[in-house]
């Protein structure tokens, strides 16, 4: 099993509010990933990362930002969350290279009333 | 930008029937992954295809990369109920993986 961590697992908060999710990983993986996921839905990736003070837009166009200060550690935050920020986020990280595998986290279910 | 759509959407099977769920690219691709997510759950790596014709087996798993590499199939033969959820294809990109519009499999008793 892979050692990649998201928090918090579900969140439900009210319009204009700044949340942070949380994502670790402790496999020294280079690269990170976030992606947004509708019920039954495909993945869009919204960020990526290939290291520390490496960060990119995906392909989704997204109004959260993250930072990449520690290798470890990629949070998502949203300034002021809305209701169609409502979605799974699922966080992942690889190893170097594009081609190895993804290790994704559980992801945190995000309700934004 | 790179565009993959998988067939079919969704597909509801007996348990021991077969299954087959294909994936197909605009563009010629480098290498393809395969995921599996299962209902509730967050996808899960299960192989890296990477030569053209390409043919790998896991079990019951069947995967094939196409001699063009436009395209990808995944084949479960004699279907289980634990092999519900859904299988998405994820061609490798430049920097980054897209993921397919996936597949759902349901298998019923």
């Known amino acids: 099993e892979a050692d990649i961590y998201q928090t918090p697992r579900y969140l439900v908060i009210g319009t204009g509010k700044k949340i942070t999710l949380e994502c670790s990983q402790t496999m020294g993986h280079d690269k990170m990933y976030w992606y947004q996921q509708d019920p039954g839905m495909e993945l869009h990736l919204i960020h990526y990362?290939?290291?520390?003070?490496?960060?990119e837009k995906g392909d989704l166009s997204s109004e959260s930002t993250v930072s990449r200060i520690r290798t470890e550690h990629f949070p998502l935050t949203l300034e002021s969350a809305r209701p169609s920020h409502t979605s799974q986020y699922l966080c992942?990280?690889?190893?170097?290279?594009?081609?190895?595998?993804?290790?994704f986290g559980p992801g945190t279910r995000l309700t934004v009333t | 930008g790179q565009q993959v759509m998988q067939i079919p959407q969704y597909q509801h099977v007996q348990e021991g029937e077969d299954f087959t769920t294909y994936c197909n690219s605009s563009?010629?691709?480098?290498?393809i992954q395969w995921y599996k997510q299962r209902p509730g759950g967050h996808p899960v790596f299960l192989i890296q295809?990477?030569?053209?014709?390409e043919v790998k087996k896991q079990k019951r798993l069947t995967f094939q990369f196409g001699e063009a590499k436009k395209n990808s199939s995944l084949h479960i033969t004699a279907t289980q109920t634990t092999d519900v959820g859904t299988y998405f294809c994820?061609?490798?990109?430049?920097?980054?993986?897209?993921f397919g519009t996936g597949t759902r499999l349901q298998v019923t008793l």
């Open positions: 990362s290939y290291g520390v003070n490496s960060t």
């Open positions: 994820a061609p490798v990109g430049a920097s980054k993986l897209t």
């Open positions: 295809l990477v030569k053209s014709g």
């Open positions: 563009t010629t691709l480098s290498n």
């Open positions: 992942a990280s690889s190893g170097r290279g594009i081609s190895y595998e993804q290790y």
